[in-house]
């Protein structure tokens, strides 16, 4: 009878440190198209838990280093945005125009870009056209429910900074309270909050997905992320150990490459550049800089049997 009291306490205990919770997911959403006669490419953020918008966009001609923020709202299907961009002579931020577009069929923004908010100028009046690059009228998981399956986190040695966060037992992706995914290949060590992100991370046009997993007690690079990537033959989700293994990084969708920078804090500092061949990602070019070394070194590889070679080295004066 005490060995059945005892089992049935600690199995108590053990499930009350169990719970679900339902996530915040946010998708990273990319369009391309025009406003007036001008190519845009432009990138939105997205979620399920709020109306609220963020993002950027530039026009082709100026290259994507200059980036013009975006804030506002999508309601029903009406997205509102305000640009800005900063002023270096009066050190702040200004706005610098609005948007008014309709979300339409999940793959299509159309409207307008003007100048001021309140004239209706039509010289001032430029209209917007943009197409999603993600096919989500076939695949849209932001209309699901993710659901976490959560403990406090407690292992051996656990710093207090470390115990504030959850390790992450399974991931369940609902759809009408009816599970179509389970995803459970988590470590205990990877720290979580309530998140979920969403990005197409090998350019297929499904968003995959990414779970931001937390390091409190480093000092730099104190997050990463656990991928899966969305597979068309299995219409499952498989574990990236290869995007594991390189952490954080930011995916290109117009030029299909992913980038992986480093630094040491001393002045030695690398971008590497990776592409999707076969499923497989592989490293095309890498460039780097030293401490107390004028030169930029780069290194580029080819493709052969699968693998990255490295194909020619050279450096160029900084």
């Not at 997205?46 to 950027?56: I, K």
Request: glycine share 6%.
């Amino acid at each position: 009878m005490l060995k059945r009291t005892l089992l049935l306490l600690f199995t108590t205990i053990i499930y009350s440190q169990t719970f679900a919770q339902k996530a915040k997911v946010t998708a990273k959403l990319n369009f391309t198209g025009t406003i007036g006669n001008y190519p845009i490419e432009m990138s939105l953020q997205l979620n399920n838990y709020s109306d609220s918008v963020s993002g950027t966009y530039y026009y082709i001609k100026s290259g994507k280093e200059n980036y013009i923020y975006l804030s506002g709202t999508l309601k029903d299907g009406d997205l509102v945005l305000t640009e800005s961009t900063y002023n270096v002579k009066k050190r702040k931020f200004e706005d610098t125009g609005y948007f008014r577009l309709a979300y339409v069929g999940q793959t299509i923004l159309n409207g307008s870009w003007q100048k001021d908010r309140k004239t209706a100028d039509p010289a001032k009046t430029l209209t917007t056209k943009l197409k999603s690059r993600e096919l989500l009228d076939s695949f849209n998981p932001l209309g699901f429910d993710f659901i976490m399956s959560k403990n406090k986190a407690n292992y051996e040695n656990i710093t207090e900074n470390a115990a504030r966060y959850f390790t992450l037992l399974s991931l369940r992706i609902n759809v009408n309270k009816s599970s179509r995914w389970i995803l459970s290949d988590f470590d205990k060590y990877d720290l979580v909050k309530d998140e979920v992100e969403l990005e197409d991370v090998n350019f297929d046009g499904y968003l995959d997905i990414k779970v931001p997993i937390y390091f409190p007690d480093m000092a730099k690079n104190d997050y990463s992320y656990v991928y899966f990537i969305h597979d068309t033959k299995t219409k499952g989700f498989r574990k990236s150990e290869r995007l594991n293994e390189l952490g954080v990084v930011s995916f290109d969708p117009v030029k299909k490459e992913v980038e992986k920078m480093d630094a040491d804090g001393s002045g030695n500092e690398g971008t590497a550049y990776y592409k999707w061949f076969n499923g497989k990602l592989l490293i095309t070019k890498e460039i780097r800089v030293y401490e107390d070394d004028t030169y930029v070194h780069y290194d580029e590889y080819k493709i052969e049997n699968g693998k990255s070679v490295k194909a020619k080295s050279y450096k160029k004066k900084g």
